[in-house]
């Protein structure tokens, strides 16, 4: 019996110092999201581009006062995705729906996130709203080292579909190398079927990206982020991009989406006319992924999720539990974006 117990409370001590040896480790832990900032338009009349057709153009007056309470409410959001496990905002965060170098300027220096000294990476696209994506970062986590934009060259009935392009940013997060893709894919205009073939053609642009970023990093660490107008089931993540949904499917060179399980248990990131959507994604290669063996001498996802705080959310009415818009029937509705903001925790254990 008592060499029973002393054999117990052995096992009981083991058990007990590698659970506070496992308690007691410390990680790096960067958040990286993506958000569509619905229509973040200035003020001033671009005759190069359609923005007259935006809202903030639409509105008949208070058009500087409602553009900076957008910009007050989208840097008072970025601010607080991720805060609570990183204890800061998001290292890296790529946006869509802005429609200008200025616009991103102006959001960066907000006095929500004027101290994270963001950078900005963006370019003008051809997108006939005049709409454009862009990478912002931290600068005392992130070093870009190379950037370049990519147009999916879509056509439909012989005619050019202008529409965004898609940024590529490899730089350094700390001291590891990784490589982002941000996207903004075609809309669903004139319904889901028939533009089908304009997003399953983006997807094949971000194939072509992603074998020109394997042809000198074999072994890369890619994040593929943006609205991408289409749920994790469709044909371009799929058939195009061939995403697994489990882990434990995943191979060397697969594309792992976390978002195809946050879709099948009911989560969204917009609703339109009562449909709910879950188009804002990031996806990972395998290298960025653990799979159960718990080695995170190299960053690894740990996490992703959808940030749907109750704020952003539609408190009332017919909308009750939408994403809280900007932008309705003309007017400024007081709101954040149409969209929730998505984000992934990316850890690695402090040496």
Known sequence: MNKNIATFLVLLLTVFA?????????????????????NLFDTINDTSINDEASPMMELKANRSKVYWDKIDKLGSVISKIGLDKAKTSPAIIGVAEV???????????????AKKHYGIIHYDSPDKRGIDVALLYQKRYFKPVFHQTFNPNIYRENRKVYTRDQLLVSGYLDDELIHLIVNHWPSRSGGEAKSRPLR?????????????????DPNAKILIMGDFNDDPINSSFKKVLK????????????????????????FNTLAYRDNLNLFDM?????????????????????????FNKRFLSQKKG??????????????????????????????????
Do not use: C, W
Request: hydrophobic share 30%; no cysteine.
């Open 200 to 216: 399953e053609k983006a997807a094949y642009q971000n194939t072509k990206i992603i074998a020109q970023i394997r042809d000198k």
């Open 318 to 351: 017919r909308y009750k539990g939408y994403p809280f818009r900007s932008f309705s029937n003309g007017g400024y509705t007081g709101g954040y974006s149409d969209h929730f903001p998505v984000y992934m925790y990316l850890i690695k254990e402090k040496k």
């Open 282 to 306: 990031i996806l990972i290669s395998s290298p960025l992924l653990d799979k159960g063996k718990k080695d995170f001498s190299n960053y690894k996802m740990f996490q992703a999720n959808i």
């Open 18 to 38: 590698t659970f506070s040896q496992k308690k007691g480790k410390k990680y790096n832990i960067r958040t990286i999201a993506f958000y569509n900032l619905e």
């Open 99 to 113: 429609e200008n170098l200025s616009v991103l300027e102006d959001l960066v220096k907000s006095k929500h996130l």
């Open 243 to 266: 995403t697994k949904s489990r882990k434990k499917n995943v191979e060397e060179n697969d594309i792992y989406n976390p978002y195809e399980d946050l879709h099948r248990r009911g």
